[in-house]
């Protein structure tokens, strides 16, 4: 099992749930005159998503907070391979919450990110 992410080289925990889906790219769309509906295929991209965790430690969660527009992340796949995508922030979302681990440290619960996938892979 694969426990990390890395966003701009940071690594931080896995989200929960994380399974990143692949949706099709077209071009124009057009439709012929017997009514049917083309589109030319560009090839597949990464669903846009929400990334959630039950709890961070308060330096990563820190980091996250930091993210504005353009971002790196890198993960394993379904296939198991690892992949470097292109993103942009979408938003941020926390809760108040925060508690103590075992140890005493900060976790902060509750933290969601929104990515949107940019590169189109044939």
Known sequence: ??????????????????????????????????????????????????????????????????LTGQAELTFRDADGVERTEQVIITNLTQSATRLHDALGFDLWQGVQLGVRFIGIHS
């Open 1 to 66: 099992m694969f426990t990390e992410i890395k966003i701009n080289g940071m690594k931080i925990y896995r989200p929960n749930d994380f399974t990143p889906a692949r949706e099709n790219v077209y071009s124009a769309e057009y439709t012929a005159v017997n009514g049917a509906i083309y589109a030319d295929y560009l090839g597949w991209k990464y669903s846009d998503m929400t990334m959630s965790w039950d709890a961070l430690p308060y330096a990563q969660r820190q980091f996250l907070m930091t």
